[in-house]
T-cell receptor
Framework: AQSVAQPEDQVNVAEGNPLTVKCTYS??????LFWYVQYPNRGLQFLLK??????LVKGSYGFEAEFNKSQTSFHLKKPSALVSDSALYFC???????????????FGSGTRLQVQP | DTGVSQNPRHKITKRGQNVTFRCDPI?????LYWYRQTLGQGPEFLTY????????KSRLLSDRFSAERPKGSFSTLEIQRTEQGDSAMYLC?????????????FGPGTRLLVL
């Protein structure tokens, strides 16, 4: 079965400092990996995805993520955090090798990012 | 903005009542997903449609739950004889399959509270 782990419930960072939100995954085949952000009382907003190709993926709002196959990780990063980045971040995985009928994403439990002014 | 929309945004009901939620996907998206999110957890898959066909259902989708997408556009999720454990945020997402790639775009969700 596919699974995602986000080992940190909360990450605190000062505005202007770099941030990292960690994600590790487990799938039987090659993973499709996603990051979403959720603001209070709102749905999830897509940030970026890794399907294939360059291990460093760039997404919305200055976020990027690095795919590391040997460590089965897909950590989210941003060089300089903003107070407005404070939100709940979810990593998700899909195993495309499980067949056309299995399209659902499996999400981690989320990491709350708090950026202090 | 022509994103995914969901109605109602909030629903309070008494245990044993039936509720129905609606999701309008992004225009021309052929896939539509339902997820459930409880407090402190990530979304969990319930079911998905390709056009009007329901292709997969999760074990979470008990007999009290039913979903439809009659014309391949909007979808409804009905919960019969609600229980307090059904209290959660119900999220809808849509996508357009292009080759092997698809990105799911989520609506704002319907928050259900069962008293």
């Amino acid at each position: 079965a596919q699974s995602v782990a986000q080992p940190e419930d909360q990450v605190n960072v000062a505005e202007g400092n770099p941030l990292t939100v960690k994600c590790t995954y487990s799938v039987s085949g090659n993973p499709y990996l996603f990051w979403y952000v959720q603001y209070p009382n709102r749905g999830l907003q897509f940030l970026l995805k890794y399907i294939t190709g360059d291990n460093l993926v760039k997404g919305s709002y200055g976020f990027e993520a690095e795919f590391n196959k040997s460590q089965t990780s897909f950590h989210l990063k941003k060089p300089s955090a903003l107070v407005s980045d404070s939100a709940l971040y979810f990593c998700a995985v899909r195993d495309p090798d499980r067949g056309a009928g299995r399209r659902a994403l499996t999400f981690g439990s989320g990491t709350r990012l708090q950026v202090q002014p | 903005d022509t994103g995914v929309s969901q109605n109602p945004r909030h629903k309070i009901t008494k245990r044993g009542q039936n509720v129905t939620f609606r999701c309008d996907p992004i225009s021309e998206h052929n896939r539509l997903y339902w997820y459930r999110q409880t407090l402190g957890q990530g979304p969990e898959f319930l079911t998905y449609f390709q056009n009007e066909a329901q292709l997969e259902k999760s074990r979470l989708l008990s007999d009290r739950f039913s979903a439809e997408r009659p014309k391949g556009s909007f979808s409804t999720l009905e919960i019969q004889r609600t229980e307090q454990g059904d209290s959660a945020m119900y999220l809808c997402a849509s996508s357009f399959l292009s080759g092997f790639e698809e990105t799911q775009y989520f609506g704002p969700g319907t928050r259900l509270l069962v008293l």
